[in-house]
């Protein structure tokens, strides 16, 4: 069965410090990996996706992800974190049979100045 | 930002009321999806569609109705409101039969339901 997770439900960092947030995946097939991110009172935005290739993945924001098979995990980072970054940030697993994505329960990130 | 639509972004109602909560996109996306966002922020999909005429559960029994008449408009019933059916709704569309890039879903604001 197909699953997605991430181990923390809030991540703090101060500004101007690289960020990392967590997410690992179970899946039997080839895995399409998603970082969504949900600003207060939003939707969800799409950050960016691993679909195959360079394992490294740079999306909007100037967020970027590393796919690593071997641990199977799609951890989201940046180099510097900045105060708007703060939001709720979602993993998703793509790739099952049916289509759909799963989502992670999502982790908090507070940016502090 | 996507082109994926919702109305009302916040709506407060009675219990028993019947609600429609209105979901349309200009991407020409034949996917289209309904979740249901706990306040714990999980997010759980309730219903789904490939296209007109197409419906599906999702994974989240839900006792709200959707309907896809047309590919741009994705609306979700309530007959009978309930306090339990408070929560944030959102809305999101996909491409269909493109292979991974099809499973990039596209999210509309949601809308926030408050039942009394």
């Known amino acids: 069965a197909q699953s997605v997770a991430q181990p923390e439900d809030q991540v703090n960092v101060a500004e101007g410090n690289p960020l990392t947030v967590k997410c690992t995946y179970s899946?039997?097939?080839?895995?399409?990996l998603f970082w969504y991110v949900q600003y207060p009172n939003r939707g969800l935005q799409f950050l960016l996706k691993?679909?195959?290739?360079?394992?490294l993945v740079k999306g909007s924001y100037g967020f970027e992800a590393e796919f690593n098979k071997s641990q199977t995990s799609f951890h989201l980072k940046k180099p510097s974190a900045l105060v708007s970054d703060s939001a709720l940030y979602f993993c998703a697993l793509g790739g099952g049979a049916t289509n759909k994505l799963i989502f992670g329960t999502g982790t908090l990130l507070a940016v502090q100045p | 930002e996507a082109d994926i639509y919702q109305t009302p972004r916040y709506l407060v109602i009675g219990t028993g009321k019947k609600i429609t909560l209105e979901c349309s996109q200009t991407m020409g996306h034949d996917k289209m999806y309904w979740y249901q966002q706990d306040p714990g922020m999980e997010l759980h999909l309730i219903h789904y569609?490939?296209?007109?005429?197409?419906?599906e559960k999702g994974d989240l029994s839900s006792e709200s109705t959707v309907s896809r008449i047309r590919t741009e408009h994705f609306p979700l019933t309530l007959e009978s409101a309930r306090p339990s059916h408070t929560s944030q709704y959102l809305c999101?569309?996909?491409?269909?039969?493109?292979?991974?890039?099809?499973?990039?879903?596209?999210f509309g604001p949601g809308t926030r339901l408050l039942v009394l």
């Open positions: 569609s490939y296209g007109v005429n197409s419906t």
């Open positions: 691993y679909i195959t290739g360079d394992n």
């Open positions: 999101a569309s996909s491409e269909l039969g493109v292979g991974p890039e099809g499973e990039t879903q596209y």
């Open positions: 899946v039997s097939g080839n895995p399409y």
